[in-house]
């Protein structure tokens, strides 16, 4: 889950890991996230799709990398 101040992720991930992965795209460092935060598994509603409210709470209680 992205924003661009926040990345919500359940990988093993870095931001030199994202900073390269942007890179490759073209992507500006303007669209670089500010803050990754590591999740064991991402919140989902019963329908299966993300639970966006849950994950900013997650957000912004969880330590960020």
């Known amino acids: 889950?992205?924003?661009?101040?926040?990345l919500l992720t359940n990988?093993?991930?870095s931001r030199e890991t994202i900073r390269a992965a942007f890179a490759s795209q073209?992507?500006?460092?303007?669209?670089?996230?500010?803050?990754?935060v590591r999740v064991k598994e991402l919140p989902l509603l019963a329908s299966g799709k993300l639970d966006v409210a849950t994950c900013r709470q997650w957000a912004q209680a969880c330590p960020v990398l």
């Open 26 to 36: 073209a992507i500006p460092n303007l669209w670089l996230p500010r803050d990754i």
């Open 11 to 13: 990988q093993d991930i």
């Open 1 to 6: 889950v992205c924003s661009s101040d926040l």
